[in-house]
């Protein structure tokens, strides 16, 4: 079974700053892949990165980067250079080996954005 | 290529009636996810099929079903419906194959009076 955990609720963070949200995950697998969300309040589930397990480099998408920290099992998205439009739910999820097609999702974190 | 897409987008019912909820993949996805958010549970995963075959399942009792079609659409169904299922009701679809993200839809709002 997988675990996500994100302990924060909610940040406040300026418009043009970076702002860095907290992932951990538990899983016995050694094949995974983990996953970043955002979701407005129009409900609707925008990917945004993703990072193979076995993967060496961090992955980074425009201003999307994973701190991906295996051994302390961290998967953290730094946003850089904040907008007024990241202001949202942001999720980390995970998916278990090649077989597993179900996501698990942790409690999301609110972003907002002030100008 | 357009995205996921989900009907109805909004949908209130009562209690003991049943619903039924419809995704359209991607083209050329073949695997349809269904989860359930709700501001209790967060987001929990429901059932996944690939090829009209059900993959996968969640811990949902058995009211909660549904079924792929041969061209992958996909339709969940939710019987004698009570108020805890009230929920945002999220499809998501990916090609199928290991290491691809999946694409969500913009969700159908269920809600139970």
């Known amino acids: 079974a997988q675990k996500i955990t994100q302990t924060q609720p909610g940040m406040f963070v300026q418009e043009k700053e970076a702002v860095t949200l907290d992932c951990t995950y538990d899983t016995s697998d050694q094949s995974y892949g983990l996953f970043w969300y955002k979701q407005p309040s129009s409900g609707e589930m925008i990917f945004l990165i993703y990072q193979g397990s076995y993967d060496e480099q961090n992955a980074t998408e425009g201003r999307y980067s994973l701190n991906f920290q295996k051994a302390r099992k961290s998967a953290n998205l730094v946003i850089s250079a904040s907008q007024l439009g990241d202001s949202a739910m942001y999720f980390c999820a995970m998916r278990g080996g090649p077989n597993d097609y179900k996501l698990s999702f942790g409690a999301g974190t609110t972003v907002t954005v002030r100008a | 290529k357009a995205g996921v897409t989900q009907t109805p987008r909004y949908l209130i019912k009562t209690r003991g009636q049943q619903v039924t909820l419809s995704c359209s993949p991607i083209s050329g996805h073949r695997s349809v996810s269904w989860y359930q958010q709700t501001p209790g549970q967060g987001l929990q995963f429901l059932f996944e099929?690939?090829?009209?075959?059900?993959?996968n399942k969640g811990n949902f009792p058995g009211r909660f079903s549904g079924r792929q079609f041969s061209n992958s659409r996909s339709e969940m169904n939710v019987s004698t419906l009570e108020l805890g299922d009230s929920a945002l009701y999220l499809c998501a679809s990916t090609p199928g194959l290991a290491g691809y993200e999946q694409y969500f839809g913009p969700g159908t709002r269920l809600t139970v009076t």
């Open positions: 099929y690939f090829s009209e075959t059900q993959r």
